[in-house]
């Protein structure tokens, strides 16, 4: 999926997130947004995936050469981030069931597959309640990863994960990143978007 930014802003009220941004992520890009906390990145993310619309200027998507609506581009992008939520009352085995039936599994992959890639298949019947954060978080990332979707957003992957956790995260972003749009929000955690190969400094887009 290609997205084409032309000059977009954000506001909040009065509070100027980010401005004059244009940017063209080709199909098959890696990007990664940088700055501090509280600097834009999600909200750029979200703006990139659709869930936000820009205060000013227009931002486009295209999938193989044909524009994607506005309101259809959810569709096509898997996202993970640690403000978005897990369905906490289901076990994993129907969080896993739940997400496939709104994004397909990429290559023919199950439940069960999904659970054992993520090291969690001993917790298919288990309430995600009980789950720790650790847990939590590569249930999102190998729900977002083994998503069939040409755009695959990433807000600050490696959060709540220890070194081997992250370990594990690299691997499978590198085995499904192949041939798909990759933007990731990082506080300049390298480990987490050092597999990008462009980068957006949010702060060069702040108001004046």
Known sequence: MEIVLSNIAKHFGREVVFQGLTRTLPSGSRTALLGANGSGKSTLLQVIGGA??????????????SAVPQEQVYRHVSIAA???GLY????????IGFHAGFKPLRQGLKTADVARIAYLDHALDKPV???????????????AILSDTPLL???EPASNL?????AWYRSLLQQHMAGRTLVIASNRQAAEHDL???????????GK
Not at 162 to 166: R, S
Not at 196 to 206: H, L, P, Q
Request: some cysteine; overall charge negative; proline content about 3%.
């Open 52 to 65: 936000l619309t820009p205060t000013a200027g227009t931002i486009a998507h295209q999938l193989q050469g």
């Open 129 to 143: 309640l009980h789950f720790s954060s650790g847990m939590k978080q590569r249930l999102k990332l190998a729900l």
């Open 82 to 84: 640690p403000y978005l």
């Open 162 to 166: 220890d070194a081997e956790a992250i």
């Open 88 to 95: 906490e009352d289901l076990s994993l085995r129907e969080v």
């Open 153 to 155: 957003l990433l807000d």
């Open 196 to 206: 990008c190969t462009e980068s957006v400094e949010i702060g060069e887009y702040k």
